[in-house]
């Protein structure tokens, strides 16, 4: 491919540095504001997300110069969650970082290298790959020599032009996707500030208390045991916690596992509309069913309202969502207690009142739910579209 060219990362890069080692960055040096310490949770785009920081005092980040990064370097993790990598876009909220000493970073030559490029090439099946090649798995997941070896490792790299071209397809992609992500944010926020204003700061002194168990049906989900006698060959959708994080809306509509169609009575069946909560590991988070499938004893699944609507319920399980964790028991993986949800006593307003809030409500759930299917579809896209703009197997017209 004309001007594309085989070169190692230490050809294109101006600095690889490495976080600080030891006892350097401690919880007990940590300040209201300062300079902003990148953790994993940083990572998660291909941009690194500006919130919810520890930080530590200029004079503190002054000491440890080497691990000072800036709008532009491109910041990897090499110990626990290996694989993370992200950039610092040049409109970030500061100016100056500190990375931990989990991370590392590559600065790139402003000749050879543009920042956003790089970035997608390592989020790239291709790019994981050669970036975990010398993964020690042993203990704690972490990468040997992490500096020495991302100097060594190849890429097949296009001309600047080229490579701005293809990093502006595929953040276009991701831009309209996070628009999406940000407008359900709002909406969702939206009906939970109008839940608490008519049902909580606007509640009129009338309404009756009723324990939730009278006003629905909550069962508890059931597993087939021995499970791995079920799963084998399944047709039936197995609906898992992990399901609904995979999902990344209030909407579960696939699973990764199956069970046999024996295995059915032994659990519960759900059906498209049910509502469901989850019951252990992060407990007290409401979901829709949009599948014919089955459930575990992870789950609670909520039926037969009486004198409240399905959408109320769900907004109200969204505002218990840290109660509902507190009032969570078990030793090593927390459990919702069942009996104290089923006893939890709430002010039903009139059925007038719970109507209107439904009317929105309702509407909001189905544009988030519209919105999460074209965040999929975009993110197939992106998906597909990344190896082959990678590999030059699809080229980007670039502009004269």
């Known amino acids: 491919m004309k001007g594309w060219r085989e070169c190692r990362l230490e050809e294109v890069a101006d600095r690889i540095g490495i976080g600080p080692f030891g006892s350097n960055i401690k919880i007990s040096t940590f300040v209201n504001s300062g300079i902003p310490v990148i953790s994993g949770t940083h990572l998660r785009g291909i941009r690194l997300e500006d919130k919810e920081y520890n930080y530590i005092t200029l004079e503190h980040a002054n000491k440890l110069l080497s691990a000072n990064v800036y709008p532009g370097d491109i910041i990897f993790t090499h110990a626990g969650n290996i694989g ?29 290298l543009i920042p956003e490029y790089l970035t997608y090439y390592f989020k790239s099946n291709e790019g994981q790959y050669k970036l975990l090649a010398n993964a020690n798995q042993t203990g704690v997941p972490s990468l040997a020599q992490p500096v ?61 208390e009723r324990k939730l168990e009278e006003l629905c049906t909550i069962t508890r989900g059931a597993s087939p045991r021995p499970i791995i006698q079920y799963v084998i060959n399944g047709t039936v959708p197995w609906i898992k916690i992990a399901d609904a994080t995979a999902s990344g809306s209030y909407f579960i509509d696939k699973t990764k596992e199956f069970i046999v169609e024996r295995g059915v009575s032994k659990s519960v069946q759900v059906f498209p509309g049910d509502l469901i909560l989850s019951n252990s590991a992060t407990c007290g988070f409401p979901y829709f069913v949009k599948l014919n499938g089955c459930i575990h004893d992870g789950w609670l699944l909520f039926r037969d309202f009486k004198g409240i609507s399905k959408t109320f319920v769900f907004f109200f399980m969204k505002q218990l969502n840290d109660e509902l964790n507190y009032i969570a028991d078990g030793s090593v993986q927390n459990n919702l207690n069942t009996g104290l949800l089923k006893e939890y006593k709430l002010k039903v307003p009139s059925v007038n009142v719970i109507d209107k809030f439904d009317a929105f409500g309702n509407a909001v759930l189905s544009t988030i739910r519209e919105n999460g299917k074209q965040i999929r579809t975009l993110e197939i896209l992106r998906d597909m579209l990344l190896p082959k703009l990678m590999s030059g197997e699809i080229r980007v017209k670039v502009k004269e």
């Open 148 to 208: 020495s070896y991302l100097k060594t490792i190849e890429i097949l790299l296009p001309p600047l032009p080229e490579q701005r071209a293809i990093a502006g397809v595929l953040s276009s992609l991701d831009d309209k996707i996070d628009v999406l992500h940000r407008q359900n944010k709002t909406l969702e926020g939206m009906a939970e500030a109008l839940w608490r204003k008519m049902f909580v700061e606007e509640a009129e002194t009338g309404w009756p």
């Open 84 to 112: 993370q990598v992200a950039f610092i876009p040049k409109n970030a909220k500061y100016d100056r970082y500190i990375i931990s000493q989990r991370q590392f970073y590559l600065r790139c030559r402003k000749d050879a």
